[in-house]
């Protein structure tokens, strides 16, 4: 199994950006994936989920801003980032599955001007 | 939401000692409650799933155990490998949440 973020960088406020996680070794279409991050220096912060079948869950801090989406037939999870903030600066982890017994080695995301 | 409270935030103990972290959750989650340790620069680990199943791979010295709003991570034997920050996580219902932490440091 493995899990390979990108997609990550500088930034300025108010911009966009879009992660990529690409999985291999499992079958990814069989599992639910998540987004967690971390920023410099804290604790791990939940973002997103994604369900096999595309259910979405959100948390608060990035609802309306943020889009959890997959490519099955990719074997690929994305993070669309929109209306970045500064706090939004920090490490994105992908993960699988409800108890993320996997992780990809992460990306950093600078939101700065 | 339902928000996760660790304790300690910081501990410090010797090698051997046995070693206790808290987890408190600010409603019933059942036992969707797991354990990752993170060690300096690298992504976090799972160690327990479903508050007491010991991932596989993961040394016997961990265990889990709780339910409902109360749960500790229990290390029988502190070794200097087990340096690292210890979170819980809740998946009882969404949005999910970490704890805070608690970093082990050696005494």
């Known amino acids: 199994v493995q899990l390979v973020e990108s997609g990550g960088g500088l930034v300025q406020p108010g911009k966009s950006l879009k992660l990529s996680c690409s999985a291999s070794g499992f079958t990814f279409s069989s599992y639910g994936m998540h987004w967690i991050r971390q920023a410099p220096g804290k604790g791990l912060d939940w973002v997103a989920y994604?369900?096999?079948?595309?259910?979405?869950v959100y948390a608060d801090a990035v609802k309306g801003r943020f889009t959890i989406s997959r490519d099955n037939a990719k074997n690929t999870l994305y993070l669309q980032l929109n209306s970045l903030k500064s706090e939004d600066t920090a490490i994105y982890y992908c993960?699988?599955?409800?108890?993320?017994?996997?992780w990809g080695q992460g990306v950093m995301v600078t939101v700065s001007s | 939401d339902i928000q996760m409270t660790q304790s300690p935030s910081l501990l410090s103990a010797s090698v051997g000692d046995r070693v206790t972290l808290s987890c408190k959750a600010s409603?019933?989650?059942?036992?969707?409650l797991n354990w990752y340790q993170q060690k300096l620069g690298e992504a976090p680990k799972l160690l327990i799933y479903?508050?007491?199943s010991l991932q596989t791979g993961i040394p016997s010295r961990f265990s889990g155990s709780g339910s409902g709003t109360d749960f500790t991570l229990t290390i029988s034997s502190l070794q200097p490998e087990d340096v690292a920050t210890y979170y819980c996580y809740q998946y009882n219902s969404g949005p999910y949440t970490f704890g805070a932490g608690t970093k082990l440091e050696l005494k």
């Open positions: 479903y508050t007491n």
């Open positions: 994604i369900s096999s079948s595309s259910g979405t």
């Open positions: 409603q019933n989650i059942y036992k969707y």
């Open positions: 993960a699988r599955g409800g108890i993320f017994d996997y």
